[in-house]
């Protein structure tokens, strides 16, 4: 009798408060039949003494869950609100608690569960719109396991990138679990982001960084398409520009500002950068052979160049050629862009330089 179409709402309202852990809900009692069918429920027609008044079609009730239980045990049916409603639906019913309680479990076989943003990525996870009920426990299973994997610690710069695909296929069977339309790839996704303070990445590029931080690679091709070295001077007039420009072409662009984090080892930083790069942008001014650090990342440039093939691209900014043969006499048999060309002409000299399309 509990599956009439009559209580159809208050069974749907009661399962979100009971897994939601709230105490009641507010229901609207619907046309004369569905009146009658709930005042006879919570105890309108009770003898001696009704438990309730007769509601009336058309208005709104308040129904708690304390209330709901009791009427139900005190019934023919004998069992509870969370045993009829498990019935009625054909799955387990979970509430937040139960669920925060599983995550937490999964977390601590995994040793990840004092991290400091634990706390807020559970409140998120456990919510029972989230995930569905009998999915809770695989999915934490799934989450804990790729979580363990990665480097969470926004202090600490990953020795190694694991393919994003090899994660994805020993922890969620799927090549694409690990795509942000795919609940685990979202859980993870978000506690990465959490982990390194970050916004929730927007796009495939933003997203792409969130696992480069993390110790992961999206693809098997090189970590970034094009590091780039400047002096300081020039960052503000030119190469924030011009780095903007060229991930907004579509680049992965190694540039201090989007990839180091507060905390990073320089010289790990640059290292890396350099060894996962297909081309090393130069961008060659007066302040460019001052520096200490470019003057190293030319050198590393240089030795991946001529081991790797990594492409070099010299880009003259504020220098002449003269100057730039008397600077950097290695270079100088190269074709240079010439900043003064302007921004696209740049940015398409570099897409072409990589054989790539403007």
Same mark, same amino acid.
């Given at each position: ?19 939601? #852990?709230? +105490? ?18 919570? =105890? ?16 709104? *009730? ?17 069992? =509870? ?13 979970? *509430? ?40 809770? &426990? ?34 969620? #069977?799927?090549? +694409? ?34 696992? !480069? ?32 420009? !060229? ?15 507060? #905390? ?17 942008? !130069? ?16 050198? =590393? ?10 492409? !070099?691209?010299?880009?003259?900014? #504020? ?14 048999? &190269? ?24």
């Amino acid at each position: 009798m509990y599956g009439k179409s009559s209580y159809e709402e208050l069974w749907e309202k009661a399962l979100n408060a009971v897994e939601s #852990g709230q +105490a009641g809900f507010t229901l609207k009692t619907g046309d004369v039949h569905t009146a009658n069918d709930l005042s006879g429920l919570l =105890g309108a027609f009770d003898q001696p003494t009704p438990a309730r008044r007769k509601l009336r079609p058309g208005t709104r *009730t308040t129904v708690t869950v304390t209330e709901l239980d009791t009427r139900l045990r005190r019934s023919k049916f004998g069992s =509870g609100l969370r045993e009829l409603l498990e019935i009625l639906t054909g799955r387990p019913v979970v *509430t937040t608690a139960e669920r925060r309680e599983i995550f937490t479990a999964e977390l601590t076989k995994a040793g990840i569960v004092d991290h400091p943003w634990i706390d807020s990525w559970l409140d998120y996870c456990q919510h029972p719109r989230r995930v569905q009920s009998i999915e809770v &426990r695989v999915t934490a299973q799934r989450c804990a396991a790729i979580l363990a994997r990665l480097v969470l610690d926004p202090s600490t710069y990953p020795e190694e990138h694991t393919p994003l695909e090899s994660l994805a296929d020993i922890y969620t #069977g799927d090549s +694409a679990g690990l795509s942000p339309r795919r609940l685990v790839g979202q859980l993870v996704m978000r506690a990465v982001s959490s982990a390194h303070s970050k916004p929730m990445p927007t796009t495939t590029y933003e997203r792409w960084l969130s696992w !480069l931080r993390a110790g992961v690679i999206m693809d098997d091709r090189s970590t970034w398409d094009v590091f780039i070295s400047h002096a300081h001077e020039d960052k503000t007039a030119f190469v924030r520009p011009l780095a903007t420009a !060229l991930r907004e072409a579509g680049l992965r662009v190694w540039y201090d500002e989007y990839t180091m984090v507060p #905390g990073d080892s320089i010289r790990e930083s640059i290292d890396k950068g350099i060894q996962r790069s297909q081309a090393g942008l !130069l961008v060659m001014s007066p302040h460019f052979f001052r520096k200490f650090w470019t003057k190293q990342e030319v050198n =590393g440039l240089f030795s991946v160049a001529s081991s790797q093939g990594t492409g !070099l691209i010299p880009v003259l900014h #504020g220098l002449d050629h003269e100057e730039f043969t008397r600077h950097s006499p290695m270079l100088a048999d &190269r074709y240079a862009i010439r900043s003064e060309v302007g921004m696209d002409a740049v940015v398409d000299g570099v897409l072409r330089a990589m054989g790539k399309h403007s």
